[in-house]
Nanobody, 121 residues
Framework: QVQLVESGGGSVQAGGSLRLSCQASRYSAYMGWCRQAPGKEREGVAAIYPNSTTYYVDSVKGRFTISRDNGKATMYLQMNTLKPEDTAMYYC??????????????????WGQGTQVTVSS
């Protein structure tokens, strides 16, 4: 079991920045961030693999940066140049199923409670 606790969400104006943090109860090799906007399906936003390879959904490339501190079992998502369409509940996820795809949130076993990000225009 892995417990995940997110922090750092909030409300900002378009063009602003936020940094999300995820504290895990222990190290997990495959981790990521997913989000869900009202009326939309959950989508994978970014993922980080054990070799530090990172992946991003096209809509956030160049604006978001995922990173981790393995010694602290902590993961981060630096979000810059935020847009109103980034408004969503953001979830820390871990434990990618064998053969799973990071773009599909359902392929992660463990989920945090989520932190709300609201971007106003």
């Amino acid at each position: 079991q892995v417990q995940l606790v997110e922090s750092g969400g909030g409300s900002v104006q378009a063009g602003g920045s936020l940094r999300l943090s995820c504290q895990a109860s222990r190290y997990s090799a495959y981790m990521g961030w997913c989000r869900q906007a009202p009326g939309k399906e959950r989508e994978g936003v970014a993922a980080i693999y054990p070799n530090s390879t990172t992946y991003y959904v096209d809509s956030v490339k160049g604006r978001f940066t995922i990173s981790r501190d393995n010694g602290k079992a902590t993961m981060y998502l630096q979000m810059n140049t935020l847009k109103p369409e980034d408004t969503a509940m953001y979830y820390c996820v871990a434990g990618l199923r064998l053969g799973g795809n990071w773009r599909r949130g359902a392929d992660f076993v463990y989920w945090g409670q989520g932190t709300q990000v609201t971007v106003s225009s």
